[in-house]
């Protein structure tokens, strides 16, 4: 039964052809979906080199065997790919409607390859599928795209997964969406899916979701809408989501400001959560089926800006990448680009970041107004940010080389060695400052799909007695304090450990506001969540030896692709103190007990510390042996 609900959906665009699967169900308990579905896909049938723009890199767009059942903070869709951004593999997390939509209709993944000669989408109805014509949609933005997909399939309860004009114009750091306002944001899928020229995948499903144990799924959802909300987790994601990391940062000395080189930003009260919400905030809004209600809604009607509440609203990473990195201040003005970026599909970290680095590269003197299309790309010079956001998802002018990324824009300039490039692997850092909670240090470091901020549980859920990871989560096997300043060997296995669980968190499509210690949701009743879905007697062991799973695959993945331990590093700047604030002159990682805590990991996870490669006998104790490969 479980099987016929994940069935696996093979489409290629080239020769229009389409075929589906059912996986079966000892596959599904090695690996239970997202990355665990699309990895040994890629692996199997993507060639190493691939250019992942090309027509032969695949999209795989997953859900779970969890998915679309009524439970709270489980709407996510997973989308995989080779990177155009960093070249890795490459996977990006989305909430919203759309994954549950795709189990109603009777799919759990879609992997899609090969390229159309001209504009197309794909419509799935209830097990349907086709592929459509889409060049009237081509070049809209976003929310014209889905009214007009809504209008011409005569139903305005078809979800809609799609892409901008960024994605199609090959931004290599496009994004994808669904519902206007749920972004796989990161990686640069959306111009995976550009280069296919896929604009959308519609779909609209009536099949009744089979559970094992409804009555149980309706009482944890119930317990999740009152004693969940209550709690600190609950309680602060519905009021504020997660803008009040605006306001805990700034009084630390840590909000990353001008381009990572301050801790404190001068308009920190303009953007703090509550000015934010006196400003420019309406409602929350839910994801599916789920009570926590933490997305938040913009609206703006004054003499400068228009924002529509469909786009949603900035959370706390958009803020800062756009308010703070670049010293901008103006909260209307933030909710109009990250409206703008909604429309046009675009990954507002990268973005943020890039134009970071080119304001820090002209104030440095290496470029001038004239590099920049005559624009004053200065800190604080908010009336420039619009304007690049338009040429970047266009391509025009400077934002030609922008719509790179960071690092082929630095590379193009031959200023890739300067200390103002904060990437990873190729993709920008997020707005979380290595330099307070060392765990992220690790994070930034050792993602497979470059520096991300939710590869784990950050440090702070651990740093005293009665932090939640310590009085919640011991069933995770951390039960002393770990210092957010440490190196050593407790906080390398922190690591390990909130690595292992927070990849099960995404592989089965959960969001990661949903469960502790970061949200309300206790691990015992996670597990049951999953086991009154699928009717499995699953344990936590077995789900994080799936976990486990996907980080070795997604390790033999971009060894393939060139990458070394040598690619698992930091950018220069967390490496120094912090020059302002209560932090000043303190805060530098030492980077030889960064280079041991790395080696550490390694051993940890049982891989060659000079190679990087996961040993032989490791992946034969996850059966995973078929992989290995040769080098």
Same mark, same amino acid.
């Given at each position: ?35 665990? +579905? ?108 889905? #009214?007009?997909? &809504? ?20 931004? &290599? ?86 381009? +990572? ?120 010079? !908010? ?13 025009? @002018? ?9 690092? &082929? ?40 799909? @470059? ?7 950050? %440090? ?16 995770? !096997? ?23 669980? +927070? ?10 506001? !949903? ?33 486990? &799973? ?26 120094? #103190?912090?020059?302002? !604030? ?23 996870? @049982? ?18 042996? %078929? ?5």
């Amino acid at each position: 039964m479980l099987s016929q609900q994940n069935r696996f959906l093979y489409i290629d665009l080239s020769s229009k052809t389409i075929s589906s699967k059912e996986p079966e169900e000892t596959f599904l308990r090695s690996f239970p979906g997202g990355r665990g +579905w699309a990895l040994p896909y890629l692996l199997q049938n993507l060639e190493p080199g691939t250019d992942a723009l090309s027509p032969d890199n695949i999209l795989a767009v997953t859900t779970s065997v969890i998915s679309g059942a009524r439970g709270p903070a489980m709407p996510r869709v997973i989308v995989c790919s080779k990177s155009p951004l960093t070249g890795s593999f490459g996977e990006s997390e989305a909430g919203g409607f759309w994954a549950p939509e795709l189990k109603k209709a009777g799919f759990g993944a879609i992997f899609i390859q090969g390229r159309a000669s001209h504009p197309v989408y794909i419509l799935i109805r209830d097990g349907q599928v086709e592929i459509r014509e889409a060049g009237h949609l081509w070049g809209l933005e976003t929310g014209s795209a889905q #009214d007009s997909l &809504r209008q011409e399939l005569d139903d305005q309860r078809v979800r809609v997964l799609q892409i901008g004009p960024a994605g199609e114009n090959l931004v &290599r750091y496009a994004g994808i969406v669904n519902e206007l306002a749920h972004f796989n944001g990161r990686n640069g899928l959306g111009a995976v899916m550009g280069s296919k020229n896929l604009k959308a995948i519609a779909v609209r499903g009536t099949e009744e979701i089979r559970v094992a144990d409804p009555e149980r799924i309706r009482s944890i959802n119930a317990w999740t809408a009152k004693e969940g909300l209550q709690k600190p987790q609950g309680a602060t994601l519905r009021r504020h989501g997660t803008l009040p990391l605006v306001r805990s940062f700034q009084e630390m000395g840590a909000l990353p400001t001008r381009n +990572w080189t301050r801790g404190t930003f001068w308009g920190g009260e303009e953007i703090s959560p509550e000015n934010l919400h006196e400003t420019i905030y309406i409602e929350p809004k839910s994801c599916f089926a789920c009570p926590i209600r933490c997305k938040r809604r913009a609206r703006v009607d004054n003499e400068q800006y228009t924002v529509d509440p469909r786009f949603g609203g900035p959370e706390y990473e958009t803020v800062a990448a756009l308010g703070s990195v670049l010293e901008i201040a103006d909260p209307y003005l933030l909710a109009k680009a990250n409206e703008l970026c909604n429309r046009y599909a675009l990954d507002t970290i990268s973005l943020g970041m890039t134009v970071g680095w080119l304001m820090e590269a002209v104030e440095r003197g290496f470029l001038g107004t004239e590099d920049c299309d005559g624009l004053e790309v200065r800190f604080g010079r !908010g009336e420039v940010l619009l304007p690049l956001i338009e040429k970047v998802a266009h391509r025009e @002018g400077i934002g030609d080389k922008m719509a790179e990324g960071s690092l &082929r824009l630095a590379r193009s300039l031959g200023l890739e060695n300067e200390d103002f490039l904060l990437q990873v692997k190729g993709q920008e850092v997020p707005m979380h400052d290595p330099r307070v909670k060392t765990g992220v240090a690790l994070q930034y470091a050792l993602s497979d799909y @470059g520096a991300d901020h939710l590869v784990a549980v950050h %440090d702070f859920s651990f740093a005293t007695s009665d932090s939640p990871g310590i009085t919640e989560a011991s069933g995770l !096997g951390i039960f002393q304090p770990v210092d957010p300043l440490s190196l050593g060997p407790e906080k390398v296995r922190l690591f390990y450990y909130m690595d292992l669980y +927070w990849s099960l968190v995404d592989m089965l499509g959960m969001c990661t506001f !949903g469960f502790v210690p970061r949200g309300p949701i206790p691990v015992e009743m996670m597990i049951d969540l999953i086991r009154a879905v699928t009717g499995w007697s699953v344990t936590l062991w077995e789900l994080m030896k799936a976990a486990e &799973r996907t980080i070795h695959l997604a390790r033999l993945f971009n060894l393939r692709e060139g990458f070394s331990p040598a690619d698992d590093c930091l950018p220069p700047r967390f490496f120094t #103190d912090f020059k302002d !604030g209560p932090l000043a002159g303190k805060g530098g990682i030492d980077p030889q007990e960064f280079k041991e805590a790395v080696k550490l990991r390694y051993e940890f996870m @049982g891989w060659d510390v000079v190679t990087g490669k996961p040993r032989l006998e490791r992946l034969k104790e996850l059966n995973l042996e %078929d992989f290995f490969g040769p080098g």
